[in-house]
């Protein structure tokens, strides 16, 4: 008798398990199954910023986009749902700490988004949504949040650069005002350039472990300097040199890829090291 009841108990504790994380449709038909889901959690509202991982398939369960690996999670501001059983319909039943599926229609997402539907979407499939909510902020918390994480990513990168230039022994080093440190390995003596001016560069992209993501040292780059069509940090760094320099330009994370980095060849929040010849300087038109 007591081990029929003890089976007849485990089987109800299931099937609730079971029942609790059941794929569900809300009254506007979107799908979804939760995964993990704290009933008293806080959860978002429009206005509200999100931090969390997305893995995103199509209907043949082919990984369309994942960000696990890309190693950056998505920060996105809560929009009211575009459509009936959008994305952000399903981010709205979630608190932080909570993960869950949302099945969305690709007739409805790409309609709406005035977009061609791609090759690997089939029509009438849907398109589904794992998240993992890390955090879920008022702009408030958020932007408190951002403050506090730049600075101590600040002084974690002057750490880096400072035992970069150590390692290396990359003597007399100097620093921007915006925070670039460079080396001038070999001084030239031809002109600096201002603000505007077209200048022709070689360079060598590397991380602090040495492993190279670019480079082009045949001919160099030719683009405009200080009118944003490179990195911040390329730009102050490079006004800094003369035709001729040979230098290194450590360029702190937030003046470079940030918090993004680049997927698949520079991890978030990276400080990175330029070796780069100045071999030309044209006056252009400043701004």
Aim: overall charge positive; some cysteine; hydrophobic content about 40%.
């Amino acid at each position: 008798m007591f081990r029929t009841l003890t089976i007849l108990t485990l089987a109800a504790v299931s099937l609730a398990s079971c029942n609790q994380f059941r794929v569900s449709v809300t009254d506007s038909g979107l799908k979804y199954q939760f995964h993990e889901h704290d009933e008293k959690g806080r959860l978002a509202k429009v206005g509200d910023i999100l931090t969390f991982h997305l893995v995103l398939k199509n209907n043949k369960d082919s990984v369309l986009r994942n960000t696990v690996k890309e190693m950056t999670p998505l920060k996105v501001m809560l929009q009211p749902p575009a459509f009936k059983g959008a994305f952000e319909e399903g981010l709205a039943l979630l608190a932080k700490g909570d993960s869950a599926t949302f099945f969305v229609s690709a007739d409805s997402l790409f309609t709406k988004a005035m977009q061609p539907m791609p090759p690997a979407i089939a029509k009438g499939s849907d398109v589904s949504f794992t998240v993992k909510v890390l955090d879920v902020q008022n702009r408030e918390e958020y932007e408190k949040n951002m403050e506090l994480s730049r600075a101590k990513q600040k002084e974690t990168d002057a750490k880096q650069i400072a035992d970069y230039l150590s390692k290396n022994g990359l003597a007399n080093p100097q620093r921007t005002t915006m925070g670039v440190t460079y080396v001038v390995r070999t001084p030239g003596s031809g002109m600096q350039p201002t603000q505007g001016d077209s200048v022709q560069v070689r360079y060598t992209g590397k991380l602090l472990n040495g492993k190279v993501f670019d480079s082009n040292t045949a001919e160099g780059i030719v683009f405009p300097v200080g009118v944003g069509m490179v990195i911040p940090g390329w730009d102050d760094g490079i006004l800094r040199l003369k035709k001729g320099d040979k230098a290194t330009l450590l360029v702190p994370s937030e003046l470079a890829y940030g918090e993004q980095g680049v997927p698949g060849s520079i991890p978030p929040n990276s400080v990175l090291a330029f070796d780069v010849e100045l071999l030309n300087v044209k006056k252009g038109i400043r701004r």
